[in-house]
């Protein structure tokens, strides 16, 4: 059972920056890690992936505004957020799975962009 904790949600003007990262409870180098975000009254939405050896991919909305990295010596994925509009406000959740499906989640970290 892996646990993950997000952190680094805050409040935030539009066009500024932020970082959230995801602390597991054991080493993640067998997992894929992603970040999925959930807005008001929304569905939860894929946002990110980082596969085992590195393979990034994005939802077309944040592609090239948010980067998913992993540290797998700090069993810590991260997601930088850059050029923040007011439609990233959302909970951000991290997960973690192993083939085919997400196994694990985290409790989620608020972000909220204002102008």
């Known amino acids: 059972q892996v646990r993950l904790a997000e952190s680094g949600g805050a409040s935030v003007q539009t066009g500024g920056s932020l970082r959230l990262s995801c602390q597991a409870s054991?080493?993640?180098?067998?997992?894929?890690m992603g970040w999925f975000r959930q807005a008001p009254g929304k569905e939860r939405e894929w946002v990110a992936r980082?596969?085992?050896?590195?393979?990034?991919y994005y939802e077309d909305s944040v592609e090239g505004r948010f980067t998913i990295s992993k540290d797998n010596s700090k069993k810590t994925s991260y997601l930088q957020m850059s050029s923040l509009k007011h439609e990233d406000t959302a909970t951000y959740y991290c997960?973690?799975?192993?083939?085919?499906?997400?196994?694990?989640w985290g409790q989620g970290t608020q972000v909220v962009v204002s102008s």
């Open positions: 054991e080493y993640i180098s067998d997992y894929f």
């Open positions: 997960a973690a799975g192993v083939g085919c499906a997400w196994d694990y």
């Open positions: 980082i596969d085992t050896i590195g393979l990034t």
